[in-house]
């Protein structure tokens, strides 16, 4: 059990079907973490924590504003101690956020008006706010922005082929994920790669990639929304325009339909008509099932192809999120498809979960990078509560 006397920050990671939270101490060390999931879509949530709670957290019609009183009054508050501060992880930032930032009513305005770019993330994000606002009046809030990391993307590839005019209106690539990349950079180098060419694959129920040269965003699958690039849970990554503008005919002109469809029955649960969680359809028989995760593999090596061309090479590959840290399959699958890029696949390796997934003697190396987003966001907090002071 946490020392209820010790002070304490907050980490809240609210994603598109999960919430995970962790209480860190003053040295970043974690005193209690658990996670949420199954959230939403008629699901069952279910929880798990650090100190072995689990079980169903929920009924099945719930959301993450049902969820999170409960999480804070049942879970957190009474291993909490004192909070000094509490972290958000925000999916999009837009053009005015590309750092982190405290929350105050302007700033959670700001967010507010995201939410059209990122419907299936935004809102959930806001009732995080709003629930540690009710459950811990008073304690200073902080928004760290998925969108900050590939802030320094070149224009020529965050801009789309359309007339300039749109991007001053903000119509550009932002990128995502760039909280989970920015754990990954910090670890190169105790992978030996602090410097050099490294493919990030951030894969959970959202999915994305980002090409990093010494650590620092050059390229990323995802774009203006948490829709683009790979295939996803629920969302079908990269499709034609063209697509689109047939698919809102189909539904009568419903923009509301087709953002439906794209957002919540799409990628791995739309192609396999079974589920969007990887772990259900690994262990199915059924063929749509095994032809959605073929699918998944060949979007995703499709995807590093670009990200390798953008960077003009690579030195390493590096896994991280649920599917990317626990699907030994989806690595295998993948590396088998990139030998002629020089990964040199280590199947032991692989099936033990080891750090390294590739040979000693491999002329590219490929590496399990656990996701820490929850760290990344604590050590921001402490930044921002130090420069108040």
């Given at each position: 059990?946490?020392?209820?006397?010790?002070?304490?920050?907050?980490?809240?990671?609210?994603?598109?079907?999960?919430?995970?939270?962790?209480?860190?101490?003053?040295?970043?060390?974690?005193?209690?973490s658990?996670?949420?999931?199954?959230?939403?879509?008629?699901?069952?949530?279910?929880?798990?924590?650090?100190?072995?709670?689990?079980?169903?957290?929920?009924a099945?019609?719930?959301?993450h504003?049902?969820v999170?009183?409960q999480?804070?009054?049942?879970?957190?508050?009474?291993?909490?101690?004192?909070?000094?501060?509490?972290?958000?992880?925000?999916?999009?930032?837009?053009?005015?956020?590309?750092a982190?930032?405290?929350?105050?009513?302007?700033?959670?305005a700001?967010i507010?008006?995201?939410?059209?770019?990122?419907?299936?993330?935004?809102?959930h994000?806001?009732?995080?706010?709003?629930?540690?606002?009710?459950?811990?009046?008073?304690?200073?809030?902080i928004?760290?922005?998925?969108?900050?990391?590939?802030?320094?993307i070149?224009?020529?590839?965050?801009?789309m082929?359309?007339?300039?005019?749109?991007?001053?209106?903000?119509?550009?690539?932002?990128?995502?994920?760039?909280?989970?990349?920015?754990?990954?950079?910090?670890?190169?180098?105790?992978?030996?790669?602090?410097?050099g060419?490294?493919?990030?694959?951030?894969?959970?129920?959202?999915?994305?990639?980002?090409?990093?040269?010494?650590?620092?965003?050059?390229?990323?699958?995802?774009?203006?929304?948490?829709?683009?690039?790979?295939?996803?849970?629920?969302?079908?990554?990269?499709?034609?325009p063209?697509?689109?503008?047939?698919?809102?005919?189909?539904?009568?002109?419903?923009?509301?339909?087709?953002?439906?469809?794209?957002?919540?029955?799409?990628?791995?649960?739309?192609?396999s008509?079974?589920?969007?969680?990887?772990?259900?359809?690994?262990?199915?028989?059924?063929?749509?099932?095994?032809?959605?995760?073929?699918?998944?593999?060949?979007?995703?090596?499709?995807?590093?192809?670009?990200?390798?061309?953008?960077?003009?090479?690579?030195?390493?590959?590096?896994f991280?999120?649920?599917?990317?840290?626990?699907?030994?399959?989806?690595?295998?699958?993948?590396?088998?498809?990139?030998?002629?890029?020089?990964?040199?696949?280590?199947p032991?390796?692989?099936?033990?979960?080891?750090?390294?997934?590739?040979?000693?003697?491999?002329?590219?190396?490929?590496?399990?990078?656990?996701?820490?987003?929850?760290?990344?966001?604590?050590?921001?907090i402490a930044?921002?509560?130090?420069?108040?002071?």
């Amino acid at each position: 059990m946490t020392d209820s006397s010790q002070e304490n920050l907050l980490a809240l990671n609210c994603g598109s079907s999960s919430i995970k939270f962790a209480l860190f101490d003053a040295d970043f060390q974690r005193r209690f973490s658990g996670l949420v999931e199954a959230i939403g879509h008629g699901q069952t949530p279910r929880l798990k924590t650090s100190e072995g709670d689990a079980g169903q957290f929920g009924a099945p019609d719930q959301v993450h504003a049902d969820v999170l009183p409960q999480l804070f009054t049942q879970i957190i508050l009474p291993r909490a101690g004192t909070i000094s501060g509490i972290g958000h992880r925000i999916v999009h930032g837009g053009e005015q956020f590309a750092a982190p930032v405290k929350i105050d009513s302007l700033v959670q305005a700001g967010i507010a008006d995201l939410t059209p770019l990122a419907p299936g993330h935004q809102p959930h994000n806001l009732a995080g706010i709003d629930a540690a606002t009710r459950a811990l009046p008073g304690v200073p809030q902080i928004a760290c922005f998925d969108t900050g990391f590939h802030a320094g993307i070149a224009t020529v590839r965050r801009e789309m082929a359309l007339p300039r005019s749109f991007a001053r209106d903000g119509l550009i690539r932002y990128g995502f994920h760039g909280i989970s990349y920015e754990h990954v950079a910090a670890s190169l180098p105790g992978l030996g790669l602090s410097e050099g060419r490294v493919i990030a694959c951030h894969l959970g129920n959202g999915c994305s990639i980002c090409g990093m040269a010494d650590g620092k965003s050059l390229w990323t699958s995802m774009g203006f929304t948490p829709l683009d690039g790979l295939m996803m849970g629920q969302r079908p990554g990269r499709l034609d325009p063209g697509a689109v503008l047939w698919l809102v005919e189909q539904h009568g002109g419903s923009t509301d339909a087709v953002s439906k469809l794209l957002y919540q029955q799409s990628g791995l649960l739309g192609v396999s008509g079974l589920s969007g969680d990887m772990r259900t359809l690994l262990a199915s028989k059924d063929a749509d099932a095994g032809f959605a995760v073929e699918m998944y593999v060949d979007r995703l090596v499709q995807e590093i192809g670009a990200a390798a061309t953008s960077l003009g090479g690579v030195d390493a590959l590096v896994f991280s999120g649920g599917i990317g840290e626990n699907a030994a399959p989806i690595r295998a699958m993948t590396l088998e498809k990139l030998a002629w890029l020089g990964f040199m696949f280590d199947p032991t390796a692989n099936a033990a979960g080891s750090i390294r997934l590739t040979t000693e003697d491999s002329p590219r190396q490929a590496f399990i990078v656990e996701a820490d987003e929850e760290r990344v966001i604590a050590q921001a907090i402490a930044r921002l509560l130090r420069q108040q002071v």
